[in-house]
C-alpha cells in the first residue's frame, strides 16, 4: 500500500511518471490543477494526484490527453467549483420534483471535494507522516523526504546520516534511482 502524503511535492511527479517537467506541468494544466507553494517548492493536493494517476493510466494505455473524461474532473472543473449556484449541476442535484438526478458515486465526488476544499491545512501534518514512517520502520526516497521536510535530505562528506528537528534520517540503500532513507526518533 503507498501512502499518499497531502500536500505532495510537484518535483516528485517526475519519477513517478518518468517524464520530464514541463510533461508533468503540460498534464497539469490540462487537468486545470491549481498548484501552491510552501517555502520554494511547488506542491498539489493528494486528489489532484490521484487524478493525475487517472490521466497517466489512459495516455499509457494509449489515449491522448484531449480525449480524456474524469467524472472527478468533470465535478472539480465544475461551475459549482467556483460557487455558481445557477449551475446546471445543483439543478440536477435539487431539480423542481425534488429527487436528485445526480447517481450517488457523483454526489461522494462532490461532497468529497467540498469537503476537502473546506478541510484546515494542519500545519504539524509532516511531523506525524514522520513519526508514522519511524514507528513502521519505513524507507522513503529522497523525494519523499523532501516533501516532508521542505529540503533536500544532504548528509556531510563520509557520513550516513542527518538530523533535522526530532528526527534523523539515516541513509539506508536505494529506492530506485533515488537514496533511500530510515526515519529515526531523536530522544
Given at each position: 500500500m503507498t501512502v499518499q502524503i497531502d500536500p505532495f511535492p510537484v518535483a516528485a511527479l517526475l519519477d513517478r511518471y518518468n517524464l520530464g517537467k514541463?510533461?508533468?506541468?503540460?498534464?497539469?494544466d490540462a487537468l486545470d490543477i491549481k498548484?501552491?507553494?510552501q517555502g520554494n517548492k511547488s506542491y498539489i493536493t493528494a486528489s489532484d494526484v490521484e487524478l493525475l494517476d487517472q490521466l497517466h493510466d489512459h495516455i499509457s494505455a494509449g489515449g491522448k490527453m484531449d480525449d480524456f473524461k474524469s467524472p472527478k474532473a468533470e465535478l472539480m472543473n465544475s461551475p459549482?467549483?467556483?460557487l455558481d449556484t445557477s449551475s446546471r449541476l445543483v439543478d440536477?442535484?435539487?431539480?423542481t420534483t425534488g429527487q436528485p438526478d445526480l447517481a450517488l458515486g457523483e454526489v461522494v465526488q462532490l461532497v468529497e471535494a467540498i469537503a476537502h476544499h473546506l478541510r484546515p491545512a494542519e500545519p504539524l501534518q509532516h511531523l506525524k507522516e514522520l513519526q508514522l514512517a519511524a514507528t513502521e520502520g519505513w524507507l522513503l526516497s529522497s523525494s519523499e523526504v523532501e516533501g516532508l521536510l521542505g529540503c533536500k535530505p544532504r548528509v556531510k562528506k563520509g557520513e550516513q546520516q542527518f538530523t533535522r528537528g526530532s528526527f534523523s534520517f539515516v541513509r539506508s540503500g536505494k529506492i530506485g534511482n533515488q537514496s533511500a532513507w530510515k526515519v529515526v526518533r531523536v530522544n
Open positions: 514541463q510533461a508533468v506541468y503540460n498534464r497539469i498548484t501552491f507553494k459549482v467549483d467556483t440536477r442535484l435539487l431539480p
